[in-house]
């Protein structure tokens, strides 16, 4: 009776974690004229979270877990990649501010791990910056 209720309790509890978030409304940027400058190529960035008595399943472009508790990082990986990301540009390349300048060709990719006991997601984003001309 006692694992029965504590499965039932778990299973009204815990972390889910779905991915990105796709937008219907896309930007199209055309870079046509050549008001523009590649400024930074193939800059990175990462994030990861682990997870108790759960499973993670990637595809690319997006991540999902299903786990009991949350043991390590926020969850937040698609924001945390990207802040990453845009901190390992200014390292480089100097402020972002009073800049005009676009991440362009975003690649997303995922590793991840596993285990009976414990999984973990790896969120990785890749893109090249461009800066345009005012």
Same mark, same amino acid.
């Given at each position: 009776? /006692?694992?029965?209720?504590? +499965?039932?309790?778990? *299973?009204? =509890? $815990? ?7 796709? !937008? ?38 997006? /991540?999902?877990?299903?786990? +009991?508790?949350?043991? *390590?990082? =926020? $969850? ?7 802040? !990453? ?50």
């Amino acid at each position: 009776m /006692a694992v029965v209720l504590i +499965l039932l309790i778990a *299973s009204f =509890t $815990g972390c889910s974690n779905s991915g990105m978030f796709l !937008s219907a409304n896309v930007t199209d940027v055309k870079l046509s004229e050549a008001n523009y400058q590649i400024i930074a190529t193939n800059i990175t960035g990462s994030s990861r979270a682990g997870y108790i008595l759960g499973f993670s399943y990637g595809t690319g472009g997006q /991540a999902g877990t299903m786990a +009991l508790a949350r043991v *390590s990082g =926020t $969850g937040m990986l698609y924001q945390e990649a990207l802040e !990453s990301l845009w901190a390992n540009f200014e390292k480089d390349h100097g402020p972002r501010e009073d800049r005009i300048i676009a991440l362009v060709n975003v690649h997303y990719d995922t590793d991840i791990l596993n285990l009976f006991f414990y999984t973990e997601v790896k969120l990785f984003v890749r893109a090249d910056v461009v800066e345009f001309k005012r």
